[in-house]
């Protein structure tokens, strides 16, 4: 078969129609595959893939011979040559592009100028501290596509005495942790999977720490006492928190207050012409910048109360720690009222937040309890391996 033959067959327009159709093709599944994963997704399955390239390529071998099978060309071939001199000229700005075309953007406020832009493209980055300038190592030559790839070949930078290589290439990563039985000191961990709405998160949960899969905080703690986990099982499915209260000691009468009721405004101590009104209530507090105190979380690590005592021979404003019971911080010079005794009284159980508590007891046993926000706590027995309904929708 001549030179001439060989042109007419990869030329021919039978020849272009079968590259248009898988051409097309291929385009309309991008564009569903698109619309379905992302642009990312699709530039790496379909257009800078490599069958998607050959394609082009063979497309620019029809034109060329196309064109070349007509040789000697006369007057009559000027529409044919500008055609597919056009689409040649398309690709091979296309093919220049990819290689040596950088794709960024810039914003340019008016009556600035900027020497920076952003790009997708894929690069290495290294910059000294204390300079302006960054080394940057391109890696469109050694990374890509939609497999991993295991020490790629993209050189490597040096800035300074750092030397940067890269080892690997992940299309799809993400980052994990790894939890080994190795440690020579026991603690224990357990493995927690939430599921809900539609999702599934799953995080290590370790004792004595607060973890927070899916934004909900977790916390385990281990007991030695067996009876502790059959107390547990054994309390009401669904009981209340533990109240906190405000305890009273005036002219010999002891009134326990909810605190609650004393934050709504003042509230008489039975019948001994006082009133308690607990201006504030700080479930953590620490002493701020300004030398007052402040709450640092929403944690009661340490329960206080400003409280403002009424009484027959004045006001007077005290600070009281549920954990520093003897601690009388006074604002002001005089006290009218100190005969009167002020506690606040925190349950340890009410210490303890966290939306679903772990304990783990002797023999492997598990019991989880589950904190809703109107103050409820009900308990549920678990079982390693097993799914357990939660007291949330």
Same mark, same amino acid.
């Given at each position: ?139 469109k030559g050694g990374i890509g596509g939609i497999r991993p790839v295991s020490r790629p070949a993209t050189g490597s930078l040096v800035v300074g005495d750092v030397r940067a290589e890269i080892e690997g ?63 547990? @099982? $054994? #309390? ?9 209260? %405000?305890?009273?000691?005036?002219? *010999?009468?002891? !009134? +326990? ?108 046993? @598990? $019991? #989880? ?9 009900? %308990?549920?027995?678990?079982?390693? *391996?097993?799914? !357990? +309904?939660?007291?949330?929708?």
């Open positions: 078969m001549g030179m001439q033959s060989i042109l007419r067959v990869v030329g021919s327009l039978k020849f272009a129609a079968v590259i248009l159709v898988l051409l097309s093709v291929a385009m309309a599944c991008a564009t569903v595959y698109e619309a379905m994963h992302g642009t990312p997704a699709a530039l790496l399955t379909f257009y800078k893939s490599a069958w998607f390239e050959t394609l082009l390529w063979l497309l620019g071998v029809n034109m060329l011979g196309s064109m070349l099978s007509r040789y000697p060309w006369s007057r009559r071939h000027v529409g044919l040559l500008a055609t597919h001199l056009s689409v040649l000229s398309i690709l091979t700005g296309a093919f220049v592009t990819k290689q040596w075309g950088i794709d960024g953007l810039v914003s340019i406020v008016e009556g600035r100028t900027a020497r920076q832009f952003t790009t997708s493209q894929e690069s290495l980055t290294l910059r000294v501290a204390g300079t302006d300038t960054p080394d940057s190592l391109d890696l290439y992940l299309p799809d990563g993400r980052k994990t942790d790894r939890v080994v039985n190795d440690s020579p000191r026991p603690k224990l961990a357990l493995e927690v999977s939430l599921a809900g709405s539609g999702k599934t998160s799953r995080d290590w949960v370790f004792a004595g720490e607060r973890q927070n899969p899916d934004e909900v905080s977790v916390s385990l703690r281990t007991t030695t006492q067996p009876a502790e986990i059959d107390q547990l @099982l $054994a #309390a009401p499915a669904s009981q209340p928190a533990p109240a906190r209260l %405000v305890k009273v000691e005036a002219a *010999g009468s002891t !009134v +326990e207050l909810p605190l609650e009721r004393c934050l709504a405004g003042p509230v008489p101590v039975g019948e001994t012409g006082y009133a308690v009104h607990v201006l504030r209530y700080l479930p953590h507090a620490i002493v701020g910048d300004n030398k007052q105190l402040v709450d640092a979380s929403q944690r009661p690590v340490n329960p206080a109360i400003e409280v403002e005592i009424n009484g027959p021979s004045g006001k007077a404003t005290r600070t009281v720690f549920a954990r520093f019971p003897d601690f009388g911080a006074m604002h002001g010079t005089q006290d009218p009222s100190a005969d009167v005794k002020v506690t606040l009284i925190v349950p340890p159980d009410a210490t303890e937040t966290t939306p679903i508590e772990i304990v783990a007891g002797p023999n492997e046993r @598990l $019991a #989880a309890r589950f904190r809703s926000d109107d103050g409820t706590a009900t %308990v549920r027995e678990l079982t390693v *391996g097993q799914a !357990v +309904e939660t007291a949330w929708p």
